[in-house]
């Protein structure tokens, strides 16, 4: 298998970022109520995984053997026995009476008699799994989110870190996990409930947070390109800020705009912009 083969989840979640980044910096979309549709769906289960509808089965399938969920065919190649698996289910709240689960797999490949390292960064590798699972009927969880990937510094995501369920005036479901660059992008996911259904508040058709920008930019200065502006583990939009002309004059560009987000009606919107120095 290529490296290029292994990196085919990593791009799936760059793509992430920087559909939301490119969104900002166009101005002609932004974020927020990307379930809506012309036409009501008859299931409205129906698009909330990737287009379509998701797995849904009881906990214990979702926790089962990494093979199940090996998407990228890394683990397919590697012999029976020769790694180990550490799996971690965790509840990580409720929302309307309908459990939210993450399940963690940390799987470890060992040395085999003969073979080279293989790792990325020149040594055995780390793959890690995550997938996030809403409770539909009672014992019945979907699959929302599913992450799979090697880690470390030069591999597909640098590190996985844990879901969270926050209380941002109504629950909001957030992962956010680094990707390996200097661009500050994440593998991102955020989700509100709307009787039961999760809602992603984070596909581009949000046209105040653009306005909001713009709006809080000086004048003769723009948002510096190739970089994830969305922080989610703060719940803001923080961007470095730069000359639109090169030649232009510096001072008034050297800070960073800041736009503090909130929830309202099931849509991200900007409670607070300022600009000052980064």
């Known amino acids: 298998m290529t490296r290029l083969q292994r990196c085919g989840q990593s791009i799936?979640?760059?793509?992430?970022?920087?559909l939301v980044v490119t969104a900002f910096l166009g101005g002609s979309a932004?974020?927020?109520?990307?379930?809506?549709?012309?036409?009501?769906q008859k299931d409205p289960w129906s698009v909330v995984y990737n287009g379509g509808p998701p797995p849904c089965h009881q906990l214990s399938y979702f926790s089962g053997p990494p093979l199940r969920f090996d998407r990228s065919r890394e683990l397919a190649k590697w012999k029976?026995?020769?790694?180990?698996?550490?799996?971690?289910?965790?509840l990580l709240g409720s929302s309307q009476r309908h459990r939210i689960y993450q399940v963690l797999q940390d799987i470890y490949l060992k040395p085999q008699a003969g073979e080279q390292e293989s790792g990325s960064c020149g040594d055995w590798p780390e793959i890690g799994m995550k997938r996030l699972l809403v409770e539909r009927r009672p014992n019945e969880?979907?699959?929302?989110?599913?992450e799979e990937g090697e880690l470390g510094p030069c591999s597909e995501i640098v590190r996985i870190e844990p879901?969270?369920?926050?209380?941002?005036g109504e629950p909001v479901l957030l992962t956010y996990d680094p990707l390996p660059g200097n661009g500050?992008?994440?593998?991102?996911?955020a989700w509100v409930f709307d009787h039961g259904v999760p809602v992603s508040i984070l596909s581009p058709t949000?046209?105040?947070?653009s306005r909001a920008l713009k709006e809080t930019l000086p004048p003769g200065c723009e948002l510096r390109r190739n970089r994830n502006i969305l922080d989610l583990e703060h719940f803001r939009i923080l961007a470095a800020v730069v000359p639109t002309d090169e030649s232009g004059d510096r001072s008034e560009c050297e800070g960073a705009v800041e736009l503090e987000l909130g929830i309202k009606n099931h849509k991200l919107?900007?409670?607070?912009g300022e600009y000052g120095p980064q």
Do not use: W
């Not at 932004?30 to 009501?40: F, I, R, S, V």
């Open 12 to 18: 799936r979640a760059r793509l992430v970022s920087v």
């Open 206 to 209: 949000n046209e105040s947070i």
């Open 163 to 168: 879901a969270k369920l926050v209380n941002m």
């Open 184 to 189: 500050g992008y994440t593998d991102d996911g």
């Open 80 to 90: 029976p026995g020769s790694y180990t698996v550490e799996t971690n289910v965790a």
């Open 141 to 146: 969880f979907c699959m929302i989110f599913d």
């Open 30 to 40: 932004t974020l927020g109520g990307g379930q809506a549709q012309e036409k009501p």
């Open 269 to 272: 919107v900007v409670e607070h």
